[in-house]
């Protein structure tokens, strides 16, 4: 199957500083992908919808200034979160439908990257 | 987002026992289907699709089934394993019309004894 990769795997920052997460869609291109966070124990829940050569759609409740998504090109879409607090800590989850021209596409996801926020 | 994330149920069950999985979803215009398993400190890994013009598929050890009606899904794992632990997500899908996200429930924890 396609292959997704998410740089770093693990960051531990200061409150107040940003981080970049990098999500890189590896052997296939990628108009679309879509970023998650999971808290520990909980599910997955979307953030935002991550289109390439256009503003991102952010999910009810998400802040559009503080996880800033910028989708650089096919391959690459990245996440700053923008000064980070404890609260923002949690496991960063990045996915991207393999497109085929069909109507329903698997999702392929990152191994996630695990954020700490001291 | 279209469900609620919250902590997750558990199943318990033996080494070679069947184990069954349910998931309610909520968007009725869903029409598409996944189970992931995620592995504590991994990304989710599909392990079968199911689209709303089924409502059973079967892979190796695994079954899905889906009820429209209800809006309802279950994963069947037969001869479950100690590697299958994991936590498992359903996650629906109302196609690539309405932005192609996926959205996950709540997930379950299942631990196999040895």
């Known amino acids: 199957g396609a292959v997704v990769s998410q740089h770093p795997s693990w960051v531990i920052c200061k409150s107040g500083t940003s981080v970049k997460i990098e999500c890189r869609s590896l052997d296939f291109q990628a108009t679309t992908m879509f970023w998650y966070r999971q808290f520990p124990k909980q599910s997955l829940m979307l953030m935002a919808t991550?289109?390439?050569?256009?503003?991102?759609?952010?999910e009810q409740g998400v802040e559009k200034d503080k996880f800033l998504i910028n989708h650089a090109s096919l391959t690459l879409s990245t996440l700053t979160v923008t000064s980070a607090h404890p609260e923002d800590s949690s496991f960063y989850i990045c996915?991207?439908?393999?497109?085929?021209?069909?109507?329903?596409?698997?999702?392929?996801f990152g191994p996630g990257t695990r954020l700490t926020v001291l | 987002g279209e469900s609620v994330g919250l902590h997750l149920p558990t199943l318990s069950v033996q080494e070679g026992d069947n184990s069954i999985i349910n998931c309610a979803y909520s968007?009725?215009?869903?029409?598409?289907f996944i189970w992931y398993k995620q592995e504590s400190g991994k990304g989710p890994q599909f392990i079968i699709d199911?689209?709303?013009?089924?409502d059973k598929r079967q892979g190796q050890r695994v079954t899905v089934l889906l009820n429209k009606t209800v809006k309802h899904l279950s994963l069947q794992i037969a001869a479950t394993q100690p590697g299958d632990s994991a936590v498992y997500f359903c996650a629906e899908n109302a196609g690539r019309g309405t932005g192609n996200q996926f959205y996950f429930g709540t997930g379950t924890s299942l631990t196999v004894i040895p």
């Open positions: 996915s991207a439908p393999e497109t085929s021209g069909r109507v329903y596409n698997e999702q392929f």
């Open positions: 968007n009725s215009a869903s029409d598409y």
């Open positions: 991550s289109n390439e050569g256009s503003k991102a759609t952010y």
């Open positions: 199911i689209r709303s013009n089924m």
